[in-house]
């Protein structure tokens, strides 16, 4: 390999390593990944065990052993996250974990995000920064690509607003106006609210349009200078998710005039890896000028030692150039490979509700295909990341623990990934509207999304399964659907209500609605389930007074003694004046609770007791 080429991924060839600071082989890497791989993957052990179970939804809130089998996953987690860098199926397996909405928003109430979670992911990330400072020392790159090295080499794009100091301009600079017909468009009101939202896909569609060709001429610059093809990685497009967020961080761009989506200026971006300081400079040079300038270098060799531990000792040149397609936005729209690109990244909502996100993409594509767009040059922003590549290497390493790091809250760990995962993110949102389909009662949505869904029935919302929402409102032949219906495996009659523990059953006896009750039993619903409160079905039946009811459960042989909160069903009955239901259940065998019913006596005095 000549000086200055990047090491290909998993080339005959040594590389610095990132795990020991040393140079290491691809026989020990590859010899490390099998291990990994056996321990994470393969091996029947306790700890595969358990993550299966979180996966395949079989822990159920608040059982005994919730928090104990949590800490075992999340233990997994760190393992499988910190080496996900290894082996895709590694990191496939972490990341399904953590787009598990009940383990991964639940993390903080088990116990488990702080420590092992985040302290886990944190000792990883402070040893690979340490290796990083060793090497920045050793190569001395304060000075080999400091501030003055790179100024030297700078040309700063004609756009550039101010001299010297490099503006970061932003996409309206080079690419779309802030058009009215985002709006305005047809006084459709969804797009006036979410205009700076059309913005963002607009542009984030000619991105996708122009990343083949852009990813092809920064090739072309590196192999001009010695390096090999590659030397350059392309990155993924920026996610939807990510970009939006920008717009409401005050870190970025909420305070910045509107359209504050116009100031994402990586959406097509790429890593260009060198084996020296000096072939840096080479490619940076050579960049300039084949760009004619750039518009933005962030220089993080250039930092002080608190800056550069700040972001873990991850040092790069972050550049911003201009690309020029050379065509026109008429002649870009015609093309066949962009119109099947566009129409894969629309199909896939991120983020947004699948209607909301389809107004949006409408909008947007019909703007860039418009007489008023027909004629106009395209031209896009750009980033380019420099790197040596013994960093790349670690910032491979580095960047699943940072990303998951980055999250402050489990909450927004599982939004992160969901982000980055459409088809998780697809499935999640259709859970939730076949939730609201079961609340409202809309059979025939209900029946469309579960003969297209692949996924499992029980997901509702963040609480609540959709049989819960259709027993909750007296939805008879939705609770069928679900729990008999061909186009669902049936439904798990006793997933409870996450806050308060109230079971489809539990709801329906409360309610009064005895034909749902009758239809859940018929299923295996459990009687002796018991909410928050330690009540039961019978329980809360007695108290709101629903005779049928109550005579449906004791039919089923339900324990009319069962005690609760506020004592037997007999007591619950007394005490809130269900006579009817009290003489019925007295003729059953029900007996009252004597300490239940001191309680109640001395905090309400009632004017009935029991016998």
């Known amino acids: ?9 998993g080339g005959e060839v040594e590389y610095w390593s990132q795990t020991s600071g040393v140079t290491a082989s691809p026989g020990a890497q590859h010899q490390l990944a099998e291990q990994k791989r056996q321990t994470l993957l393969q091996t029947d052990s306790e700890s595969i065990r358990v993550v299966r179970r979180w996966l395949n939804g079989q822990v159920k809130k608040n059982c005994p052993e919730e928090k104990a089998l949590a800490k075992v996953a999340a233990e997994w987690l760190v393992d499988a996250v910190n080496h996900a860098y290894l082996d895709g199926n590694i990191e496939k397996a972490a990341v399904d974990l953590l787009v598990t909405r009940n383990f991964t928003t639940s993390m903080k109430f088990l116990n488990v995000f702080d420590d092992p979670f985040r302290a886990g992911l944190k000792a990883n990330i402070d040893r690979l920064g ?9 190569l001395d790159l304060g000075t080999a690509l400091g501030q003055s090295a790179i100024d030297d080499l700078t040309t700063y794009h004609e756009l550039e607003r101010f001299s010297g100091k490099g503006r970061a301009i932003n996409q309206i600079d080079v690419l779309l106006d802030f058009p009215a017909a985002f709006i305005e468009e047809r006084g459709n009101g969804i797009l006036k609210q979410y205009a700076e939202r059309c913005y963002l896909l607009a542009t984030m569609l000619v991105g996708i ?12 610059v590196a192999t001009s200078v010695g390096l090999s093809e590659d030397a350059v990685r392309s990155a993924p497009y920026k996610s939807y998710v990510r970009a939006l967020s920008r717009m409401d961080s005050a870190e970025h761009h909420r305070n910045l ?14 890593l260009v890896a060198a084996m020296t300081p000096d072939m840096c400079k080479a490619f940076y040079a050579a960049l300039n000028e084949r760009f004619d300038g750039v518009t933005r270098v962030e220089n993080h060799y250039a930092q002080d030692d608190a800056e550069r531990s700040k972001r873990s000792h991850l040092l790069a040149l972050d550049v911003t150039v201009v690309y020029d397609t050379k065509t026109t936005f008429s002649e870009l729209c015609k093309r066949p490979e962009v119109k099947k690109a566009w129409g894969k990244y629309i199909g896939v909502p991120q983020g ?8 949006m993409c409408e909008a947007a594509q019909r703007y860039l295909e418009s007489p008023e767009m027909a004629d106009r040059p395209v031209t896009v922003l750009g980033e380019v990341k420099i790197m040596l590549v013994d960093f790349a290497a670690i910032r491979h390493e580095m960047q699943l623990p940072l990303k998951a790091f980055t999250a402050k809250t489990c909450v927004e760990l599982f939004s992160t990934f ?18 609201n389909a079961c609340a409202r009662g809309q059979m025939e949505v209900a029946e469309r999304l579960l003969g297209k869904l692949d996924h499992d029935v029980n997901e509702g919302n963040s609480k609540a399964t959709p049989l819960y929402a259709a027993a909750a409102n007296n939805h008879l032949d939705m609770c069928r659907l679900l729990l008999f219906g061909r186009l669902s495996k049936g439904a798990d009659p006793n997933l409870a209500k996450t806050d308060t523990g109230a079971s489809p059953l539990f709801i329906a006896a409360q309610n009064g609605y005895v034909d749902v009750a009758e239809t859940l039993l018929s299923k295996g619903a459990e009687m002796a389930q018991l909410n928050k409160q330690d009540r039961s079905s019978l329980n809360v039946a007695a108290a709101r007074g629903h005779l049928d009811v109550v ?26 004046r269900q006579l009817d239901v009290a003489t019925y259940l007295k003729g059953k065998g029900a007996r009252g609770d004597p300490a239940a019913a001191k309680k109640e006596a001395v905090n309400r005095k009632p004017s009935i007791t029991w016998e």
């Open 1 to 9: 390999m000549g000086q200055g080429q990047a090491r290909p991924a």
């Open 130 to 138: 340490l290796t990083l400072k060793g090497r920045y020392d050793e």
């Open 209 to 220: 349009a122009a990343n083949d060709e852009f990813q092809s001429v920064v090739r072309e």
């Open 257 to 270: 005039p509107k359209p504050r989506t116009a100031h994402n200026a990586d959406l097509i971006r790429n």
């Open 352 to 359: 947004e509700p699948s209607g909301r996100w389809g107004l």
């Open 418 to 435: 969901l982000a980055s995962r459409p088809d998780a993110a697809l499935k999640e949102e259709r859970a939730t509207t076949l939730y």
């Open 551 to 576: 005579q449906l459960l004791v039919e089923h042989n339900a324990n009319v003694n069962t005690k609760g909160r506020f004592g037997t069903p007999l007591d619950e009955a007394m005490n809130n």
